[in-house]
């Protein structure tokens, strides 16, 4: 018997009964229709349930999407200028901010992937960049901008790289899932930070003693803006690092050894290890690439725009875990994790901070974003279900033909 | 007959020998070293924790060169760990530990572990048929909102935990039907249950109750009296007085466990767990155990919500409430090896040290800090394996095809 489940397969023919059980099939299915189609099918019908809840409540779901369409001041398109006063070309250089954040997280989930490795702790491994980012860019005082800032960045995106690499070398050594310390890597973190900022806490802003804030850094780590004015959040040259980390994404993976061996061991580990890949030292390597990710998204937030961070933004913050939906989205390859980080990036500014709208409240359309997010990994997760929507659209196809014949 | 032969020939001291009896023995040792500088001992010098802690690791090394890797393991951190904190309390005032070691701990324990209990048991029985859950979060979230919202509506909390439980059960339905069906990967579709539900209570929330909190007065669960406790000196504040959910909490583990090892019920959720395959051919329905185990994931990680939010939190709800309460509930259930009395020690565990870590915030916000990190990195040296290795069921997380 093959893997078909017997009761899809009987009542119909072989060739449409393969495509919705075998991994085979659905691979091949995949191919024909070019990678983009189920990305986008899983988009579109996340948009329409959350709509469809939207709708439920008593709210307009178009006026509630070109509102929020606006917010993240992606209408700019239709009246193009660098005017940083238009509201639209404020907006979208706010959403190009998340952009720059989610790139860089949605890659650190990418990479672990392509090694065969679910990295949920990309959230965790972001503070500790923020943390170590904050602390290099305080303490480190009177360095050269340059140095200093190249500094940060190194400090930083190493402390994720070695966040990370826990988990990585536990995974490598004792079998330890990824996963499962990830996750505890992750609230370690977090209560790390809460101390560290808190009350009495070693990286506590000097000035005021009471409120659980930290220092801001020192101008000399600040990155320059290149689209805005610096006081009201202005678009920081880290919107390059981001595009330029995802070359290096694709140049590592695709164009290098070490690539090829962490894509090998992410095939089937059993193969790599029979072809002379040491598959451990793989997977600590791939970890690490991955918190270092995670590490430089922590370290260009906080040179770019935060400058400082306190004990009530640390709830507030779920970057990381958003990574996990830019990943997945993108189908863990450079070009589309852009664009999932773009979309993703758009949804967090347009839902929040940039939305106003009459139909739909900032409280509301922020839990929307939660909603089409959970939709997406959802269905990302189970192919075979857009696959089938995929299929029974085909199949409509030659009925909806000999209907109208 | 030959049970009384075999004691005899098996007299005390041979078997106080017995590795597991010393590395026990270091264990409670490691913890009455702990509990030597707080009261009602409160010893105010260094000599005896330490003292204790020593002996508790010698205890735990012997063991270890016993075999008993494991156990020894524990009894020598047990004893470096009682040590230390016997140390720092030794260095506190006796009035600052008197108002944080006292009998109300006990029910702030209690009252921290339940939701992890339910978490952890939901989890255990998920991961038992074979269906990993790192789900639990949302699901108590989800039991967190509608149990308040069902005790606001319906009148009474009665209503408000079947909305709440039901709630939790059909969001574990909806990934049921991913996970088993769909095939997909269980760690993506747990994430997304995670985010789903905090956006359905945020959305939910705020479209009902306008930003504002849910009124007053709404039927809460009641706490238990027990009438012959109260005058009792330390039972009466400890236990006299604990919600109802609570000791539903206690007997869930009870009945949890002797449905998991003792009822056929158990053995074929055990059997989907290990070797799915095998129990098709004995004419299991591998699918109908799985989707009923997640199904009941949910419901029980949702009343551990309900509890948060309509009997701890006394009929409140905000965004986000259980804060990651799931996790630890999904640590406590690794730290207890996947079973109900392991997850329930570790549960109380991890309750106990947030409910410390709640009071030691006034005096030292370093020293709290290490008590809310305490269940992460015990967790963390779990699954490393230095205190043995936790061993997850065969099968888990493999989606299983029927041939």
Redesign the interface.
């Known amino acids: 018997?093959s893997?078909i489940?017997?009761r899809i397969s009987a009542p119909e023919p072989p060739e449409e009964a393969a495509s919705s059980g075998t991994l085979i099939a659905s691979i091949a299915l995949k191919q024909r229709a070019g990678g983009i189609v189920v990305p986008v099918m899983t988009a579109v019908l996340a948009f329409l349930i959350g709509g469809a809840?939207v709708a439920a409540?008593g709210h307009n779901p178009l006026l509630a999407y070109r509102d929020i369409f606006n917010g993240a001041g992606l209408n700019w398109i239709f009246h193009p200028t660098t005017n940083i006063a238009n509201t639209a070309a404020y907006n979208l250089s706010q959403t190009l901010l998340q952009t720059t954040t989610l790139i860089l997280t949605g890659l650190a989930v990418a990479f672990a992937f392509r090694c065969g490795m679910?990295n949920?702790g990309g959230q965790g491994q972001y503070f500790v960049g923020l943390i170590v980012a904050n602390w290099v860019g305080y303490d480190f005082q009177h360095m050269a901008p340059l140095p200093h800032i190249l500094l940060a960045i190194f400090a930083a995106t190493l402390a994720g790289a070695f966040w990370a690499g826990i988990a990585g070398f536990?995974k490598a050594t004792?079998?330890?899932?990824e996963?499962?310390?990830t996750?505890?890597?992750n609230?370690?973190a977090?209560?790390?930070g809460?101390?560290l900022f808190?009350?009495?806490?070693p990286l506590q802003n000097a000035a005021d003693k009471t409120i659980p804030i930290s220092n801001d850094v020192a101008a000399s780590a600040q990155l320059p803006v290149f689209w805005g004015v610096q006081a009201l959040q202005g678009l920081d040259i880290g919107f390059f690092v981001a595009i330029a980390a995802l070359v290096a994404f694709y140049l590592i993976l695709n164009r290098t050894t070490l690539g090829y061996e962490v894509r090998a061991v992410g095939f089937n580990p059993e193969a790599a290890a029979y072809g002379g890949i040491n598959v451990k030292k793989n997977l600590v390597r791939a970890m690490g690439i991955s918190g270092a990710f995670a590490g430089l998204a922590g370290a260009i937030d906080m040179l770019g725009y935060l400058y400082h961070f306190g004990v009530s933004d640390i709830?507030a913050s779920n970057v990381g875990?958003l990574g996990?939906?830019v990943a997945?989205l993108g189908r863990n390859t450079a070009v589309g994790t852009g664009l999932g980080a773009l979309l993703f990036g758009a949804l967090l500014f347009g839902t929040t901070h940039g939305l106003s709208s009459s139909t739909i409240?900032p409280?509301?359309a922020?839990?929307?974003?939660?909603?089409?997010?959970?939709?997406?990994?959802?269905f990302?997760?189970?192919d075979?279900?857009i696959l089938y929507v995929w299929n029974s659209r085909k199949r409509l196809r030659p009925q909806a033909k000999a209907m109208a014949a | 007959m030959s049970e009384w032969t075999q004691r005899l020939e098996n007299p005390v001291s041979a078997r106080l020998r017995d590795p597991a009896v010393s590395g026990y023995a270091g264990i409670v040792l490691g913890v009455f070293a702990g509990f030597l500088a707080i009261p009602p001992i409160e010893a105010r010098t260094n000599t005896w924790p330490v003292l204790v802690g020593v002996v508790a690791v010698v205890l735990g090394i012997w063991t270890v060169t016993r075999g008993r890797r494991r156990l020894g393991w524990g009894a020598v951190a047990a004893g470096i760990i009682g040590a230390a904190l016997g140390i720092l309390a030794t260095h506190s005032g006796t009035g600052n530990l008197e108002a944080v070691f006292n009998a109300s701990l006990v029910a702030q324990t209690f009252a921290a572990a339940t939701p992890l209990v339910f978490g952890a048991l939901a989890g255990m029985f998920s991961e038992r048929s074979g269906v990993v859950n790192?789900g639990l979060e949302g699901m108590m979230l989800m039991g967190a909102f509608w149990g308040v919202y069902g005790a606001d509506k319906g009148g009474t909390w009665v209503v408000g935990l079947a909305v709440g439980m039901l709630s939790g059960g059909l969001l574990a339905l909806?990934y049921a039907w991913?996970a088993i069906h769909?095939?997909?990967?269980q760690?993506?579709?747990g994430?997304?249950?995670?985010?789903?539900?905090?956006?359905?209570t945020?959305?939910?929330f705020?479209?009902i109750y306008h930003?504002n909190y849910v009124p007053q007065g709404v039927s809460t669960i009641p706490n238990v009296h027990i009438p012959g406790l109260s005058s009792a000196g330390f039972l009466g504040p400890a236990i006299g007085n604990l919600n109802l959910l609570i000791w539903v909490g206690f007997a869930t583990v009870i009945v949890s466990y002797i449905v998991i090892f003792k009822t056929p019920i158990g053995l074929r959720i055990r059997a989907c767990g290990e070797h799915p395959r095998a129990a098709d051919t004995v004419g299991i329905n591998v699918f109908l155990v799985r989707y009923g185990c997640v199904v009941l994931s949910g419901l029980l990680a949702a009343a551990g919500g309900v509890y948060l939010s309509d009997g701890f939190g006394g009929g409140t709800f905000n965004d986000?409430m259980t804060?990651?309460r799931g996790?630890?509930a999904?640590?406590a259930m690794?730290f207890g090896n996947w079973r109900p009395f392991g997850a329930f020690g570790a549960a109380v565990l991890f309750g106990f040290s947030s409910a410390v870590a709640l009071r030691l915030q006034v005096y030292s916000?370093?020293a709290s800090?290490l008590f809310?990190?305490l269940p992460?990195?015990l967790?963390?040296i779990a699954?490393?394996?230095v205190i043995g290795?936790t061993v997850?069921p065969a099968a888990d997380g493999k989606p299983y095809?029927?041939?």
């Not at chain 1, 004792?174 to 899932?177: I, L």
């Not at chain 1, 922020?366 to 959802?378: A, E, P």
């Open positions: 018997m893997e489940d017997p809840v409540t679910f949920i536990l004792v079998g330890a899932h996963v499962i310390s996750i505890m890597l609230w370690i977090i209560w790390v809460e101390w808190g009350d009495g806490g709830p875990f996990i939906a997945l409240q409280e509301l922020g839990n929307l974003t939660y909603i089409i997010q959970g939709l997406i990994v959802l990302v997760g189970a075979v279900l | 790192i909806v991913f769909l095939r997909a990967d760690i993506v579709g994430t997304a249950v995670n985010f789903l539900a905090l956006g359905i945020g959305y939910f705020f479209q930003g986000n804060e990651g996790f630890i999904l640590a690794i916000a370093s800090t809310n990190v992460y990195v967790t963390l699954v490393a394996g290795r997850p095809a029927k041939q």
